[in-house]
């Protein structure tokens, strides 16, 4: 079991230009979450998914940040006309399907993408 | 919505002492803690968590204890070594929701 995987690991942009990240679940996960993080700050929730559904986006900024998780590939986090701020390192975490029994809340998290904003 | 706040920020031991990280939650629905610890450059990962009906567990160096009438729950080290030096989280959700709210880390650093 491969576990979450995130794609890039690094990513730097220049202001305006548009961020795109990846995250693929473990096996066997049907939901996805991300989070962003800034230095020395906690995990701040942003978006809850599954399959070609946005459960809870009560974390995302309403403008310029969007998220889709597609029936086939991987959940992307878009970040259009990115600005210093957003520089952040952005994790993905996954957890079993609901409908898979037991009450298992575990999140597995990926190695998270650092997003560098010039 | 629930808030959890983690205390100290900091906490620096030296190598076999003890350590004791603190949560406290707001939401009595509230019914999964877990514990992450995240090393430098690294994802989260995590290490120990507790459900509302017990109110301790156990595993080898590390413990956790849940006073559910207080709302707070409790991380403990013994015998700290050098290569536990991490951010340590702690999280509260409950159970219809799998999203936890996340404290905002302490920096545990264990001189050798």
């Known amino acids: 079991n491969a576990g979450v995987m995130q794609n890039p690991r690094h990513l730097v942009r220049r202001r305006g230009q548009e961020a795109r990240l990846r995250c693929s679940p473990m096996?066997?996960?049907?939901?996805v979450y991300w989070y962003r993080q800034l230095p020395e700050e906690g995990l701040k929730f942003m978006v809850y998914?599954?399959?070609?559904?946005?459960?809870?986006e009560s974390g995302m900024p309403k403008e310029r940040f969007s998220a889709e998780f597609p029936k086939e590939g991987p959940s992307i986090l878009r970040i259009q006309q990115v600005v210093r701020g957003d520089s952040a390192a952005y994790f993905c975490?996954?957890?079993?399907?609901?409908?898979?029994?037991?009450?298992?809340?575990?999140?597995?998290f990926g190695p998270g993408t650092r997003l560098t904003v010039l | 919505g629930e808030n959890v706040e983690q205390h100290p920020s900091t906490l620096s031991v030296q190598e076999g002492d003890s350590a004791v990280i603190k949560c406290t939650y707001s939401?009595?629905?509230?019914?999964?803690f877990p514990w992450y610890k995240q090393e430098l450059g690294k994802r989260p990962q995590l290490i120990i968590d507790?459900?509302?009906?017990?109110g301790e567990k156990k595993d080898q160096r590390i413990a956790v204890t849940l006073n559910k009438t207080a709302k707070h729950f409790s991380l403990h080290i013994t015998e700290t070594q050098p290569e536990d030096s991490a951010v340590y989280f702690c999280?509260?959700?409950?159970?219809?929701?799998?999203?936890?709210?996340f404290g905002r880390g302490t920096s545990l650093i264990v001189h050798p």
């Open positions: 939401d009595s629905a509230s019914n999964y």
């Open positions: 975490a996954s957890s079993p399907s609901r409908t898979s029994g037991g009450s298992n809340n575990e999140q597995f």
């Open positions: 999280a509260a959700s409950k159970g219809g929701s799998y999203i936890p709210t």
């Open positions: 507790i459900r509302s009906n017990v």
């Open positions: 998914l599954q399959k070609e559904n946005i459960i809870d």
């Open positions: 096996k066997g996960h049907s939901h």
